[in-house]
């Protein structure tokens, strides 16, 4: 991406558009947000950047076509929030329907148009691989048999139909970010502040973490890195169990961590998706390290420390 760029972003207001942003402001491209609500979106965003209409519930309405058609590259990051409320059927309709259906409109509209995108870069999620804490994976492994995971197979399944066409794909596979504003460790950070820290179900899966930083910086990798192509693990290359995630968060808060929490009342609490609030498999960051990209923070402490400002 020598010369100027035109680059569209799904999901921009979201924590790792508003981070890939940042860092994109900083290259030679111009950047076009798609959302429901542009006005919203600039007044979150700003005015330095273009805005333009999509909703995946009502394609023929706004302008995201021509804004596709008129990109060299499109970075695919929305998707309804999986853990912002109880999984009801209707919510777990909707938490397949954005990601498949969204994924699905971009894709043709990009085979459509004259000129159109050459790089489409999605996300995805470790959430592929299952729960299982004693499988070990990598890029190849077999998905997982749970709800997650088939919902990650048919949301990836529909950037299939780009790669006869000559796009270089990119799809990766987000861990849990660390951020103080949204996801996970927000939302634990008031029971340890409140001196209630503790294990969250299961001890012994696998917390496949990323800081925010790294995780935005290798969305830029896979945009403007041309030898970039295919599927890679989005996670720090130091994994760490559940119940190591939880001491280490204590230690690096100074707060204590003696509680336990099982999984019958995290169910109780947040329904279904307390399933998941223990982590799952081990996943390797082997791919991204052996295609040269380079963490920040390739250790949990460090990580938190960055973070939480300790």
């Not at 009502?58 to 853990?83: C, N, Q, Y």
Request: net charge negative.
């Amino acid at each position: 991406m020598d010369e100027r760029q035109r680059v569209v972003v799904t999901g921009a207001t979201g924590l790792i558009g508003r981070a890939l942003l940042e860092r994109l402001a900083d290259r030679e491209v111009d950047v076009v947000a798609l959302s429901r609500d542009p006005a919203r979106a600039r007044q979150t965003l700003g005015d330095e950047i273009e805005h333009g209409t999509w909703d995946f519930d009502r394609p023929e309405v706004g302008d995201w076509r021509e804004h596709i058609a008129a990109a060299d590259a499109v970075v695919h990051l929305a998707g309804t929030p999986l853990f912002s409320q109880r999984w009801t059927r209707a919510f777990k309709r909707q938490m397949e329907h954005s990601r498949t259906h969204g994924t699905r409109q971009l894709a043709e509209a990009v085979l459509e148009a004259e000129r159109g995108p050459r790089v489409f870069v999605s996300a995805s999620a470790v959430g592929i691989y299952g729960t299982d804490p004693d499988r070990v994976v990598d890029e190849g492994a077999a998905p997982g048999d749970d709800l997650l995971a088939r919902i990650c197979v048919r949301w990836e399944a529909e950037t299939e139909r780009l790669r006869p066409s000559g796009v270089r794909v990119v799809l990766l596979r987000v861990g849990i970010v660390l951020s103080t504003e949204s996801g996970a460790l927000a939302e634990m950070l008031p029971l340890f502040r409140a001196g209630l820290g503790g294990v969250l179900g299961r001890p012994d899966p696998w917390v496949n973490w990323i800081h925010l930083r790294d995780t935005a910086a290798l969305f830029e990798w896979a945009l403007v890195d041309e030898q970039v192509r295919g599927v890679f693990n989005a996670v720090a290359p130091d994994p760490v169990t559940n119940e190591v995630f939880t001491r280490t968060l204590a230690r690096v808060l100074r707060r204590p961590a003696w509680m336990r929490y099982p999984i019958a009342l995290i169910r109780a609490v947040i329904g279904e998706a307390g399933e998941y609030a223990s982590g799952g498999a081990r996943v390797s960051a082997g791919r991204v390290l052996g295609a040269g990209f380079e963490f920040e923070f390739a250790e949990l402490e460090e990580a938190l420390r960055d973070e939480l400002g300790r």
